[in-house]
């Protein structure tokens, strides 16, 4: 494309969006958010016991739960999937279409299958309906038609009614993939509330994510471990402190005692201090300059705990101990940024 013809592309999508009328544009995606969120609202008054029983028959499962769908509905049925696998829930999607050739082979009779229509009349999801039967796994269906074929076949049926399409032309699927969408949200939470499932489990799925960083990296993952830890025995000089803090870089050095448990610590903070005091570097011991009663963290906290200690303290770096309280390691802020805790 030539650059005169560039400009006046340029110039054309301007003068577009320069007739938009932008209070009626806010105006009608307000009325989609709301009538939206009226739908589920309206879902959320009119659960009942089937609910319950969905819940508890995704609980109870001694397999996976299969979702199904196809078109908008299959979309929606990939997020259900993947929250109840990311939730705690052995989960997967398998497509209709596929399933009828072949990919039925994947079902077992421990499975539960949730199957997604707003319709309830799909012809690739009814197809598969017989052979779930045949082979005993129980069907949840999800559609916005309780009268419809795969509500009446289903061991379980969910309404996901809706009175209104928030498309203008009332075809797109919007309000009742929305609908469809927040039910399935509510199955997979409340399974995950009843399973115990923790933030910790939660990060053992997602272990490339930050979550995953801040829940299953530990201390002693990530501290400085053996004749990398600063430290000197109490009764040394300041100076021999500065040299064991320049040695091993870290900004400070633990004062410990005969039992190798910390009892004080000194920092750059420190040595600023006792410049303005006027201490005599070369002869003072370094148990008249140190901070008394450091704090600690045990090597087995999680790495986050340490990032609050020092954000809370107002301090750079942070001791370890074990369970007896002696010192293993020793870590500071920028440790954790290199573990991308922080």
């Known amino acids: 494309m030539s650059l005169s013809k560039q400009h006046s592309s340029v110039a054309s999508v301007s003068e577009r969006a320069q007739v938009v009328d932008q209070d009626k544009t806010l105006r009608l995606a307000r009325e989609v958010l709301q009538l939206e969120a009226r739908e589920v609202e309206l879902l959320a008054q009119r ?46 999607f398998m497509h209709p279409a596929e399933a009828s050739h072949g ?8 499975d539960v299958v949730i199957t997604l229509s707003n319709s309830g009349e799909s012809d690739e999801i009814l197809a598969i309906v017989p052979p779930l039967k045949r082979l005993g796994a129980k069907i949840i269906a999800i559609t916005g038609n309780d009268a419809s074929t795969l509500a009446r076949a289903a061991d379980i049926h969910l309404s996901a009614h809706v009175a209104k399409e928030a498309c203008p032309l009332g075809l797109a699927p919007t ?62 000089t300041l ?25 004080g610590i000194f920092t750059d903070g420190d040595l600023r201090r006792a410049f303005e005091r006027n201490i005599n570097i070369s002869g003072a011991a370094i148990k008249e300059v140190m901070h008394h009663n450091p704090m600690t963290i045990q090597q087995h906290e999680l790495a986050i705990a340490a990032v609050e200690i020092m954000e809370q303290g107002k301090i750079n770096g942070l001791l370890v101990v074990d369970n007896t309280g002696a010192l293993v390691g ?3 802020m920028h440790d954790l940024l290199l573990a991308k805790v922080v």
Do not use: W, Y
Request: glycine residues 12%; neutral net charge.
């Open 330 to 332: 020793a870590l500071n």
């Open 175 to 236: 309000s009742s993939t929305t609908v469809a969408l927040a039910l399935g949200d509510a199955l997979a939470l409340c399974v995950l509330e009843l399973r115990d499932f923790t933030a910790e489990d939660f990060a053992r799925s997602h272990p490339g994510g930050s979550l995953g960083r801040r829940l299953l990296v530990r201390v002693s993952d990530v501290m400085r471990t053996g004749v990398n830890v600063p430290l000197v025995p109490v009764e040394s």
């Open 47 to 92: 659960l009942d016991h089937h609910f319950s029983d969905a819940v508890a028959c995704i609980l109870h499962c001694q397999g996976r739960v299969v979702v199904s769908g196809m078109g908008k509905s299959g979309h929606i049925g990939g997020k259900i999937a993947s929250t109840l696998a990311s939730t705690g829930t052995p989960a997967f």
């Open 103 to 110: 990919d039925l082979g994947m079902i077992t009779a421990g």
């Open 239 to 263: 100076a021999a402190g500065l040299l064991e803090m320049s040695r091993k870089g870290l900004g400070l050095t633990a004062v410990v005692d005969a039992l190798g448990k910390p009892i």
